[in-house]
């Protein structure tokens, strides 16, 4: 198979050869059909999150079409053969400890991540434990699917975190803010985008897809709101954001990683104000986010690049060339062209 490695952080990926992955029981083997970049991968890349595998295949956002499983004993396999498969981060939980057990494996003591701890998508062939996958939805082209599997997926927690909030702001609009808004419109809730002040272009996208308004993300927008998600990893946001929600409201910080948050006065938190960040995602979240999809329906904003040039990919979610979701797609021979 071919892969993109991470051999240490802070140096480019590059493209090997590599014998197959090998399936053990309970896990999966995939033809990887795209394969979504997300900032994680980023933050993986350049050392911002401690102690990744080593060397590593980066790319948690995996469609990928079941080659073979091998099942745990006494137990029938999970998919059939040529099924349709989304990875996600969440690629392991231990299942006994006190989270796992009160049904928040997304903090769990020992859980294990796709393109972290576990090898991942940006490769032609990769292994996952069968339980951590999720079935498809049908009439979800591959392309769009990928970016769902954690820009969308997470978006959809950090989103929940809101509660009933009306008026949303959102900080940052890239691959999950431009899914959220989608979701929160569908729900009947108003968005207000913020972007970096000179970024017209973002401005104009947050609106397409669906904000109200869209500003700079210092302006106070034109109402209060009742939440605000942060998804930029800038820490100079929160103190932004919780200045723009109202008494009682809430400030969710959606991403891995921030930049130090700058001090700030209490009396932008009093009035009973919440600061709280969403870590990962539960099966369940997936489940639930993943049938509403197609309700929506999602439209996800789309750019394509081949395996082999996925430190591109990278290079231009860091200077912010895009808009939407980065998605490499694996030109993979054995996949009959009907499916691909
Ligand atoms: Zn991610
Ligand atoms: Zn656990």
Redo the contacts with the bound molecule.
């Keep these: 198979m071919r892969a993109l490695v991470l051999t240490e952080p802070r140096r480019p990926l590059v493209l090997l050869e590599r014998p197959d992955p090998t399936p053990g029981p309970g896990q999966v083997l995939l033809d990887v059909r795209a394969c979504a970049v997300c900032r994680t991968d980023l933050h993986i890349v350049d050392g911002e999150l401690p102690d990744p595998k080593l060397p590593l295949v980066p790319g948690h956002q995996i469609v990928g079409e079941v080659r073979a499983e091998v099942p745990r004993p006494g137990h029938a396999p999970r998919f059939a053969r040529g099924a349709r498969v989304g990875v996600p981060w969440l690629g392991f939980?231990?299942?006994?400890?006190a989270?796992?057990r009160a049904g928040r494996?997304n903090l769990?003591?020992?859980?294990r991540f796709t393109g972290y701890q576990i090898d991942g998508g940006f490769a032609s062939r990769v292994v996952a434990d069968a339980r951590y996958c999720f079935p498809l939805p049908e009439g979800v082209p591959d392309l769009q699917a990928a970016p769902l599997l954690c820009a969308g997926l997470i978006g959809y927690r950090t989103l929940r975190m809101a509660g009933d909030a009306e008026r949303i702001g959102i900080y940052g609009f890239g691959a999950a803010a431009h899914l959220v808004v989608q979701v929160a419109r569908y729900q009947g809730r108003r968005v207000f985008g913020f972007v970096r002040a000179w970024d017209e272009k973002g401005k104009a996208f947050a609106r397409e897809m669906g904000a109200e308004w869209a500003g700079a993300s210092n302006e106070p927008p034109p109402v209060e709101l009742d939440a605000a998600l942060i998804f930029a990893p800038a820490g100079e946001l929160v103190p932004a954001a919780l200045r723009a929600v109202r008494k009682g409201g809430t400030v969710v910080c959606g991403g891995i990683h921030m930049s130090d948050i700058p001090s700030f006065p209490y009396s932008i938190l009093w009035g009973e104000r919440v600061l709280r960040s969403v870590a990962n995602l539960t099966r369940q979240d997936g489940e639930e986010f993943l049938a509403l999809a197609p309700r929506v329906p999602l439209r996800t904003e789309v750019n394509v690049y081949p395996l082999e040039e996925g430190a591109a990919a990278l290079e231009d979610l860091r200077a912010g060339r895009f808009s939407g979701a980065a998605v490499l797609v694996v030109a993979n021979d054995e996949i009959p062209a009907d499916r691909a």
């Excluded at 769990?108 to 859980?111: E, I, K």
Aim: charged letters at 15%; hydrophobic letters at 15%.
């Design positions: 939980t231990c299942g006994t400890c989270y796992c494996e769990c003591d020992a859980a």
